[in-house]
């Protein structure tokens, strides 16, 4: 497998990644929303907590993807 085949085939990977964060991140919104319309103010809290860190991850992915597009296209 030569370097290109590599960085397409990690490219794929990361756009799954990006994919399921997306859907974490979306319920992790609806945690927060249920836990603070039902008065659970430290379970929300704590949600706000694993909302954030969910977040920063799928930055993480995005910069991940932008690295390996930029290798990829020689950029």
């Excluded at 103010?41 to 992915?61: C, G, I």
């Amino acid at each position: 497998m030569n370097n290109h085949q590599m960085i397409a085939d990690q490219l794929r990977e990361v756009e799954r990644h990006l994919a399921l964060s997306e859907k974490y991140i979306a319920r992790q919104y609806d945690i927060v929303s249920e836990f603070e319309r039902d008065g659970f103010d430290l379970d929300a809290d704590e949600a706000r907590k694993r909302l954030t860190s969910l977040v920063e991850f799928h930055k993480e992915h995005i910069a991940r993807r932008h690295r390996l597009e930029q290798t990829f296209w020689g950029a």
